[in-house]
């Protein structure tokens, strides 16, 4: 089983308050502002598919990508249900390598996506990755977070008590190496009235809007905006998440 399999079963409960459309909302007014018109969008670290399904009942084609199997299961379930059209591949984003015949207009990766590289290397390969499978002129759209200031960056525990379900999270902030960190622990109760208990580590790191900028540039992009979250405002350090739009340079197919 990966990291994220029995995430996978409590992440929609855990996201329940999250408006995925309004997400969506917020990143295609990004991409009217800069005239773009994709064809085909990749969703990079889609999870169990919620930003994937909101983008494609919007009208476009979408690619979902994510490491975790059971959570693409998921995913895929929900897409059948709603009888949606989205095509979900399970890959790791430092190596991602779809290349998709008729190309990719747009990638977007948000929801944190970018905060799970904890290594500035495997950063900058992401941002290579995406460049590689762009179509020139395509967008790159993210967000990344400042763990500094999530609400549980000075450490504490959190309980959730449902009745088939009962988790606790323990979160700690490493402010040397900018890296939050959260133990799951998870009770899961079966149809035979027994409890599963699983636990699972994640780990988030802050990267700066210079170091961000800086392996854009180094990989070739041109940077359009830097935006404080949901708004169309100029980002800085000091802002809680900040949304990077890049473009791949060249002619637009």
Same mark, same amino acid.
């Given at each position: 089983?990966s990291?994220?399999?029995?995430?996978?079963?409590?992440?929609?409960?855990?996201?329940?308050?999250i408006?995925?459309? =309004?997400?969506?909302?917020?990143?295609?007014?990004?991409?009217?502002?800069?005239?773009?018109? &994709?064809?085909?969008?990749?969703?990079?670290?889609?999870?169990?598919?919620?930003?994937?399904?909101?983008?494609?009942?919007?009208?476009?084609?979408v690619?979902?990508?994510?490491?975790? &199997?059971?959570?693409?299961?998921?995913?895929?379930? #929900?897409?059948?249900?709603e009888?949606?059209?989205?095509?979900? !591949?399970?890959?790791?984003?430092?190596?991602?390598?779809?290349q998709? &015949?008729?190309?990719?207009?747009?990638?977007?990766?948000?929801?944190?996506? /970018?905060?799970?590289?904890?290594?500035?290397a495997?950063?900058?390969?992401?941002?290579?990755?995406?460049?590689? =499978?762009?179509?020139?002129?395509?967008?790159?759209? !993210?967000?990344?977070?400042?763990?500094?200031?999530? &609400?549980?960056?000075?450490?504490?525990?959190? !309980?959730?008590?449902?009745?088939?379900?009962? /988790?606790?999270?323990?979160?700690?902030?490493?402010?040397?190496?900018?890296?939050?960190?959260?133990?799951?622990?998870? !009770?899961?109760?079966?149809?035979?009235?027994?409890? =599963?208990?699983?636990?699972?580590?994640?780990?988030? #790191?802050?990267?700066?809007?210079?170091?961000?900028?800086?392996?854009?540039?180094?990989?070739?992009?041109?940077?359009l905006?830097?935006?404080?979250?949901?708004?169309?405002?100029?980002?800085?350090?000091?802002?809680?998440?900040?949304?990077?739009?890049?473009?791949?340079?060249?002619?637009? #197919?």
């Amino acid at each position: 089983m990966s990291q994220y399999g029995k995430l996978a079963k409590v992440y929609d409960y855990l996201m329940s308050g999250i408006d995925y459309d =309004e997400w969506a909302d917020y990143i295609l007014s990004i991409v009217d502002k800069f005239g773009a018109k &994709p064809k085909v969008i990749l969703d990079l670290a889609c999870g169990t598919g919620n930003s994937s399904l909101s983008l494609a009942k919007k009208g476009y084609p979408v690619i979902g990508v994510d490491l975790s &199997p059971e959570m693409l299961e998921v995913a895929r379930n #929900k897409a059948a249900a709603e009888n949606i059209k989205v095509d979900f !591949f399970e890959q790791d984003m430092r190596q991602l390598q779809l290349q998709v &015949p008729y190309g990719i207009d747009m990638v977007v990766a948000y929801q944190d996506g /970018l905060n799970y590289m904890l290594e500035d290397a495997d950063l900058l390969k992401v941002l290579e990755r995406v460049y590689q =499978e762009l179509n020139s002129g395509g967008l790159f759209i !993210f967000d990344i977070n400042s763990v500094d200031k999530l &609400p549980s960056s000075g450490g504490e525990t959190t !309980f959730y008590d449902e009745d088939r379900m009962t /988790l606790i999270w323990e979160s700690s902030y490493d402010s040397q190496a900018d890296i939050w960190e959260i133990i799951l622990t998870g !009770f899961l109760k079966r149809d035979n009235g027994y409890y =599963e208990k699983f636990q699972e580590t994640h780990r988030e #790191k802050y990267h700066t809007r210079e170091k961000v900028v800086e392996y854009l540039e180094k990989t070739g992009y041109e940077i359009l905006a830097v935006y404080n979250a949901f708004t169309m405002d100029e980002g800085t350090n000091s802002d809680k998440r900040l949304y990077y739009a890049a473009r791949k340079g060249g002619a637009v #197919k």
